[in-house]
């Protein structure tokens, strides 16, 4: 089964440094996903990535996919106390299969 | 356009017990996935739904079943509760964009489960 693991477990950044995340899987990657949380709460959507080499930004987010080494990684520049949370990253596995499978998730602090 | 509503919000259950959640899913949106998440285990993919029909189901016992119904909201059910059982318990349902790999979900708030 595939697996995501994601690096750092834990980051604290003061407010304006840049940070990055990371997210390795251990099978092909047929689509990842990056999802922001609040402890308890819901995932809320932050992007989608598709293609080996494609890059997407949101605001001071973006994340980019690595295909050929099965990585994904996602930047904040300039982070905000706001970009604080819980991100998470997630992908589809091949085959028929419709299911998600989450790394364990990077818990962001900013400090102000 | 209303969000993926879940409810209730918080649960407190007894050990034995069973409990019901419900889920309903983005207007025009098909598909409906469940997913339990613990400090322990992270999120874990539950079950997932389309046109009611069970598409995908992960690897969770038997105790562990739900339903979706011709407007799209979906339920769980979890019977015979157990203490492990608490845990933040989220739905998706996913865009109507197109095939698998096109597939945005966006979550609820979630269910917290409290088993006592």
């Known amino acids: 089964s595939q697996e995501l693991e994601q690096s750092p477990q834990s980051l604290i950044v003061q407010e304006g440094k840049n940070l990055t995340i990371n997210c390795t899987s251990s099978?092909?990657?047929?689509?990842l996903y990056w999802y922001k949380q609040k402890y308890g709460e819901g995932l809320i959507f932050l992007m989608m990535l598709q293609k080996g080499g494609e890059e997407k930004s949101h605001e001071k987010i973006t994340a980019k996919l690595d295909e050929k080494k099965q990585q994904s990684s996602l930047h904040i520049t300039a982070s905000q106390p706001s970009h604080a949370g819980i991100y998470l990253c997630?992908?589809?596995?091949?085959?028929?299969?419709?299911?998600?499978?989450f790394g364990k998730g990077t818990l962001l602090t900013v400090n102000p | 356009k209303a969000g993926v509503t879940q409810t209730p919000r918080y649960l407190i259950k007894t050990r034995g017990q069973q409990v019901t959640l419900s889920c309903s899913p983005i207007?025009?949106?098909?598909?409906v996935s469940w997913y339990q998440q613990t400090p322990g285990q992270g999120l874990q993919f539950l079950f997932e739904y389309f046109s009611e029909t069970q598409r995908n189901k992960g690897n969770f016992p038997g105790r562990f079943s739900g339903r979706q119904f011709s407007n799209s909201r979906s339920e769980m059910n979890v019977s015979t509760l157990e203490l492990g059982d608490s845990a933040l318990y989220l739905c998706a349902s996913s865009s109507p964009a197109g095939g698998r790999t096109n597939e945005k979900l966006f979550f609820g708030s979630g269910t917290q489960l409290s088993v006592l």
């Open positions: 099978k092909t990657l047929y689509g």
């Open positions: 997630g992908a589809l596995g091949g085959g028929s299969n419709y299911k998600l499978t």
């Open positions: 207007s025009g949106h098909r598909s």
